[in-house]
């Protein structure tokens, strides 16, 4: 099967439909599949639920798709950096499911393991408990969770070859890896793209199995946070 497309437009084709469930990976703005968003966008899919850790910023990455009012629903762990994503909740044009960081980690690994739910102890004895099954395990209360799965997964890898085999590079390992393996389909794009064979086995992250399309592309990456100190001011 032929998994290089040669645009993000092309490598989503036949893929998209209103309504439909998304994971988009990365961290804050790292590692986040820049092109893959631009696509979506550029489709004008709607009424998406989308299932990423945060919703961008303000203009870019996820938060071009809230800014046209294409998501209907967010899977989220943290949402503290657009301020659309605030208005848009708080006026009740978008709906929030909210996870601990680690609860929406493992849910999406679970989905990805074919896992339909969990116990932990994470938000016993708080909102996130309301209307979950609670159960003891050794005196410890626990509540259940359930996995998570989408129709459709864009990742962004740092390196990739023909067959899919991913490679991510630091803080996006955060989400990518297991929302490759927990999408219906997954498109990944990626920074550089090698022959089979080229990638050492061991450092590879997600097989190739998982991975269905693939494109390289070009990337901004923007800084979240920019950070800097005087010149002569001590670290």
């Known amino acids: ?136 395990f050794g005196g410890e209360t626990y509540i259940m969770e359930t996995g998570l799965t989408a129709d459709l997964s864009i990742v962004k890898a740092w390196k990739g070859d023909t067959e899919g085999n991913l490679i991510f590079r630091k803080t996006a390992r955060n989400f990518n890896p297991m929302m490759a393996t927990a999408g219906r389909i997954t498109v990944a794009e990626v920074e550089e793209l090698v022959k089979p064979g080229e990638l050492d086995p061991d450092h590879i992250h997600t097989p190739g199995i998982f991975v269905q399309r693939i494109v390289e592309g070009t990337f901004e990456k923007r800084i979240e946070q920019r950070t800097v100190r005087m010149a002569g001011e001590k670290a």
Do not use: W
């Open 1 to 136: 099967m032929k998994k290089v497309f040669d645009s993000a437009e092309k490598a989503l084709d036949g893929l998209l439909f209103d309504g439909m469930t998304v994971m988009a990976g990365g961290f804050g703005l790292c590692g986040i599949p820049e092109n893959l968003i631009a696509a979506l966008h550029k489709a004008g899919t709607r009424d998406m639920t989308v299932i990423s850790n945060n919703c961008g910023v303000d203009g870019f990455g996820l938060g071009v798709l809230l800014d046209a009012k294409q998501i209907k629903k967010m899977v989220s762990s943290y949402v503290g950096e657009n301020k659309e994503f605030e208005r848009q909740y708080l006026t009740g044009e978008l709906e929030l499911e909210f996870n601990p960081q680690g609860t929406l980690a493992e849910r999406i690994r679970a989905g990805g393991a074919g896992i339909p739910g969990f116990y932990t102890k994470t938000g016993v004895g708080t909102l996130i408990a309301e209307g979950k099954e609670h159960k003891d």
